[in-house]
């Protein structure tokens, strides 16, 4: 089984760099990658005749991205979302992997939980998952889990997701214990008193809609804390969603010292302000709240620079019961999967990032980080691959998408990129019509 792409622009994150060339894949693996001139290619493609050829049409190749922080709603709330909602739209959004979160319920805190979203995302997804386990018992932060249990069972990394452990020392073992595993531990960034019952960011906004906030101080506190807890501990360690400008010090800082921290952020913090929110548009509630413009630009920049690794799309489905509630009340997050891309697109159209640095933030930095081989051009990488558009525009209706919630920002807007096909281990699992 061979597949040669020609014709490609093929995004390399590894190397950092676009050029046009092709991409010979074998059994589901990179066999060689030609970024020589057409003549080349074409004697290339006549040693190779029984291979399937792909002619790209000088539209992008990319690694698949890898996505950090994905909720699929098994067990407990599956019509919300299901391990066969998710993959297809997944592969509908170019993600060849989804890192799935553990707050499911119950919480994926005991091996055999673990084993059931393993077995289930076997059976029913179209790409690779990974999931995650929770860092204690309930997500309670009272208990610990079996962390070396759960890291033979297929663990990739243990979070409490938005549940902050405010126990020291219970998260002092935790990181302890972690680090004598060499697991990843992954933490959401919130100060949880100031953060609680809190529905957007503090300011004049917030003010004049009357709304219970919070400051953007609450992020910067929780990093301070945690950086001090890493430093004392020796963890891995990784912040889910750094959001504001006033954190981003503090993670130079303690990057400059050497801990083993890296951070992230969500595309609809990138790609969305706090004045989205507008006449109390529930689809806009998420968790952390949408920032200012500045912490917007401040964070993209970061992003751009490589202070911040990774972008995940925090995929949070949530049905229209819970999103058609009074803005306080109402349920946070939004879908993602299959925005996640043609949003990504509004930060290299702005000129605020070029391709091959966006695909290392979300392919390249989030495989390395979970020790994953994909998210690379290279040879014997796996053949995770999306094939895009980075300029067909659409107007996003919400009524097309592929999960079973349907709860995106985007709905009506006028976006760009769309994804014309995606490979998991060099087999087609989506084809755009």
Not at 350 to 371: V, Y
């Amino acid at each position: 089984m061979s597949t040669l792409f020609i014709n490609a622009k093929l995004i390399d994150p590894e190397a950092r760099t676009e050029t046009l060339g092709a991409l010979f894949v074998v059994d589901g693996v990179i066999n060689e990658v030609l970024t020589q001139t057409t003549e080349k290619i074409e004697m290339f493609r006549m040693r190779n005749k029984s291979a399937t050829v792909v002619d790209c049409g000088g539209k992008h190749l990319a690694p698949g991205i890898v996505d950090i922080g994905v909720k699929v709603c098994e067990p407990g709330e599956r019509h919300k979302e299901s391990f066969g909602t998710a993959g297809q739209a997944a592969a509908a959004g170019g993600v060849t992997t989804m890192v799935t979160r553990p707050d499911t319920t119950p919480d994926i805190d005991s091996p055999e939980a673990l084993e059931f979203v393993i077995r289930r995302a076997r059976e029913a997804s179209p790409v690779n998952v990974h999931p995650m386990a929770a860092l204690t018992k309930g997500r309670l932060g009272r208990e610990m889990t079996e962390i070396g249990f759960l890291l033979d069972a297929g663990a990739v990394a243990f979070t409490d997701c938005d549940a902050v452990v405010t126990d020291n020392k219970v998260f002092s073992r935790a990181l302890t214990y972690a680090r004598s595993l060499g697991a990843l531990v992954i933490c959401h960034l919130q100060e949880p008193i100031l953060s609680a019952g809190a529905a957007v960011t503090s300011g004049k906004f917030a003010s004049l809609r009357g709304l219970p906030a919070v400051s953007p101080m609450a992020e910067r506190m929780g990093l301070d804390r945690d950086i001090a807890m890493i430093e004392m501990t020796g963890a891995r360690y990784h912040a889910d969603q750094i959001t504001t400008a006033r954190a981003l010090p503090a993670l130079e800082r303690a990057k400059a010292n050497g801990l083993d921290i890296t951070a992230g952020t969500s595309i609809h913090h990138l790609t969305l302000n706090a004045l989205d929110v507008a006449d109390y548009r529930t689809f806009f509630k998420l968790k952390p709240p949408l920032r200012d413009e500045d912490d917007r630009l401040a964070v993209a920049e970061a992003v751009a620079s490589g202070l911040i690794d990774i972008i995940s799309s925090m995929h949070t489905p949530q049905d229209e019961e819970s999103k058609r509630l009074p803005f306080e009340e109402a349920a946070s997050g939004a879908v993602a999967l299959e925005t996640f891309l043609p949003a990504a697109m509004r930060l290299v159209h702005a000129e605020l990032i070029d391709l091959p640095t966006l695909w290392r933030a979300m392919s390249f930095n989030p495989a390395q980080r979970l020790g994953l081989p994909s998210g690379r051009l290279s040879v014997g990488a796996p053949a995770d691959l999306v094939l895009f558009d980075a300029h067909a525009p659409f107007v996003m209706d919400r009524a097309t998408l592929r999960s079973k919630s349907r709860n995106t920002p985007f709905d009506g807007q006028r976006m760009q990129g769309k994804v014309l096909a995606t490979y998991v281990n060099g087999v087609k699992v989506f084809e755009r019509d």
